[in-house]
Each structure stands twice: as structure tokens, then as C-alpha cells.
């Protein structure tokens, strides 16, 4: 997968994803001894695009939509958005290129509760419920119904995540400025918890800082 977002007068949040199913394809023995492939080998490559996280023109709470286009011998269009990150929806169609069967639609609903909504203990208790509900219209086989479900137990979450750091070019003959100012780069820190918690974050220098560094910060939860 490729996050064409990086490039030049292209919208973030667009992607590029290339799959190969059964490289050479797969094949049995049989205990006669005869040997055939049962799965030939399969492209499939396509495009998805996130436009928004969060619905940008008032206050409807749509999350996350996801619209996805890809093709091997047939091609897949499909849509799926959060309502208030607890409820998904989600539909496609699919077609042949080389029959004249008609589309086949799909339709499904997700529910995703997490046990932060409805408690105040400690996140260190936290849980997650996952439910999905597909169903498509699989002519002529008729429809087809599936139901799934799990749980998600995390007894010791990370309360605080690192999520970026980048470092600025440095030059060993501006030692004594980077000594003075120590802003040397800049990292993300994210704060998981539902409170504000104080942490010391340490990091070392190599042979620019040859002692350990230390900040004390409070990290106010997002």
C-alpha cells in the first residue's frame, strides 16, 4: 500500500494498495496422485480514499468515511463511515467483466463500544466490543447473511503513545548553541488516559549531550 497523499497536487488521504492472491497458483495432490491447481494466480489493485475524519460542515457525527475502487477479474466499489465512531455503515456492488451476471450488492452495520463511554474507572480496565453484520445479495445463490463478534480485552493499555519524533540536520561544530537552547527536534506525545498526568520524559544526546536530559511535562488527554 501506498499513501499517494505524499505526493504533489494529490489529496491526502488517497491510497494505493496492490495484491497478489496464490503466487503461481495453488495446487493439491490428490491420493491418486493426480495433481491439479485449484487457485490461479490473482491481481488485485485499487484505490481508496478518506476525505475527513470528522464531518466538516456542522454537526452531523459522521467519522471516518472510506471509500474504496479496485479490480481483478471483476471490480469492487465500496463505502463505509462511522456515525459517532459506535455505529458503521457499510455497502458495495461487484461485477463480473466476463459474464453477464448482474451486480451484487452488500450491505453491513458494525458496533463498536468501548467501556470508556459508559464507566469511570481506570483505563487500565478497558474493554472493547466488536459486532458485524454483513449481507449480500449473492445472485443466484441467493442472500447471504453473516453475523460476528469479539471482545477485546486490554487489562494495561499504554496511557501515554509516542506518535512522531523528528529530529532537525545538526552539526557537530554548533555543539555550544544546541547546549544553550537544547531544542534540537520536536516529538508528539499523546496522552491516552481520560486525565491530565505528569510525565518525565528522558532521552540521551549521543555526543552532542553525553549526560541523560530530563523534562518534566503534563499532558492534558485529547
Known amino acids: 500500500m501506498y499513501n499517494l497523499g505524499d505526493l504533489p497536487y494529490v489529496p491526502e488521504g488517497l491510497n494505493f494498495g496492490l495484491m497478489v492472491h496464490d503466487v503461481g497458483g495453488s495446487q493439491v495432490r490428490h491420493e491418486t496422485g493426480?495433481?491439479?491447481?485449484?487457485?490461479?494466480?490473482?491481481?488485485?489493485?485499487?484505490?481508496?480514499?478518506?476525505?475527513?475524519?470528522?464531518?466538516?460542515?456542522?454537526?452531523?457525527?459522521?467519522?471516518?468515511?472510506?471509500?474504496?475502487?479496485?479490480?481483478?477479474?471483476?471490480?469492487?466499489?465500496?463505502?463505509?463511515?462511522?456515525?459517532?465512531?459506535?455505529l458503521a455503515v457499510r455497502g458495495g456492488l461487484q461485477k463480473d467483466f466476463h459474464t453477464k451476471e448482474r451486480a451484487i450488492l452488500s450491505f453491513g452495520m458494525?458496533?463498536?463500544?468501548?467501556?470508556?463511554?459508559f464507566s469511570k474507572l481506570s483505563t487500565q480496565n478497558q474493554s472493547e466490543l466488536l459486532i458485524d453484520f454483513p449481507l449480500s445479495d449473492n445472485n443466484p445463490t441467493g442472500s447471504i447473511k453473516d453475523f460476528s463478534?469479539?471482545?477485546?480485552?486490554?487489562?494495561?493499555?499504554?496511557?501515554?503513545?509516542?506518535?512522531?519524533?523528528?529530529?532537525?540536520?545538526?552539526?557537530?561544530s554548533l555543539y555550544p548553541a544546541y547546549a544553550r537552547d537544547k531544542r534540537i527536534g520536536i516529538a508528539r506525545i499523546k496522552n491516552n488516559s481520560g486525565d491530565s498526568i505528569s510525565v518525565a520524559?528522558?532521552?540521551?544526546?549521543?555526543?552532542?549531550?553525553?549526560?541523560?536530559?530530563?523534562?518534566?511535562?503534563?499532558?492534558?488527554?485529547?
Open 34 to 86: 493426480f495433481k491439479e491447481t485449484i487457485l490461479r494466480e490473482n491481481i488485485r489493485w485499487g484505490f481508496s480514499y478518506r476525505p475527513f475524519s470528522e464531518w466538516p460542515w456542522g454537526k452531523i457525527p459522521i467519522n471516518d468515511p472510506l471509500i474504496a475502487l479496485d479490480f481483478d477479474n471483476r471490480w469492487h466499489l465500496g463505502l463505509e463511515f462511522w456515525l459517532s465512531r459506535a
Open 149 to 172: 463478534g469479539s471482545i477485546i480485552r486490554k487489562n494495561d493499555p499504554r496511557l501515554i503513545t509516542i506518535e512522531s519524533v523528528f529530529i532537525n540536520e545538526l552539526f557537530a
Open 201 to 222: 520524559v528522558n532521552y540521551v544526546g549521543g555526543r552532542l549531550f553525553n549526560e541523560l536530559q530530563e523534562e518534566q511535562l503534563l499532558i492534558a488527554p485529547i
Open 110 to 117: 458494525g458496533l463498536h463500544i468501548d467501556t470508556r463511554d
